[in-house]
């Protein structure tokens, strides 16, 4: 066993102590002295009260400690019941996020679906038109023709209609028209 000294109120005192504790009592020793030292000129006659009120403050700061330690373990289980909705509540945002994204991509799968059968048949449109195109110049050209031939012949041998010619036209015309605006909505794609 070992000794442990120290002053408290002017007084020396010695304690048996374990091995090694030595310094742990002397500093308990001195907090204890300092309580002393705060009753200033408050200080009883007799060096037992003197030692009662010492313990008395630490004990009521003791209790301080404890409540407040008590408090802060409730405020502490508190906050964890808090962070655990927030985590729930960012659990459920996160579930809800991917849903959305599955659900977007979806849409998009759909969307490039849809592109590619327009662009498809934006092509047949396309060569469609140029087939029309290609029969209303061979129409333009064989109008011309027969309307040269038909200058020089009677009146009575005219194979062609004289209101064909502007007709056709307007029908290239409006051939035209249509394959530019189809062309102009495959490109907007």
Do not use: W
Request: proline share 2%.
């Amino acid at each position: 066993m070992s000794q442990a000294s120290f002053s408290i109120g002017g007084r020396q005192y010695t304690v048996a102590c374990a091995e090694g504790e030595e310094g742990h009592v002397a500093r308990l020793g001195a907090a204890v002295d300092a309580k002393i030292a705060e009753l200033g000129d408050n200080r009883a006659p007799q060096e037992a009260q003197n030692l009662l009120f010492a313990a008395l403050l630490i004990a009521e700061d003791l209790h301080q400690l404890k409540n407040s330690a008590t408090a802060d373990a409730g405020e502490a289980d508190r906050l964890r019941e808090e962070l655990d909705e927030m985590r729930q509540a960012a659990a459920k945002q996160v579930e809800a996020i991917r849903a959305d994204l599955d659900k977007l991509r979806s849409e998009l799968d759909d969307a490039e679906q849809v592109e590619a059968e327009l662009r498809s048949g934006l092509s047949g449109l396309v060569e469609e038109r140029d087939a029309l195109q290609e029969e209303t110049e061979e129409l333009r050209a064989a109008l011309a023709e027969g309307n040269t031939q038909a200058e020089g012949a009677p009146q009575s041998e005219q194979a062609v209609d004289p209101d064909l010619a502007p007709a056709l036209e307007r029908f290239a015309e409006l051939l035209e028209n249509c394959a530019d605006k189809l062309e102009g909505k495959a490109t907007d794609t």
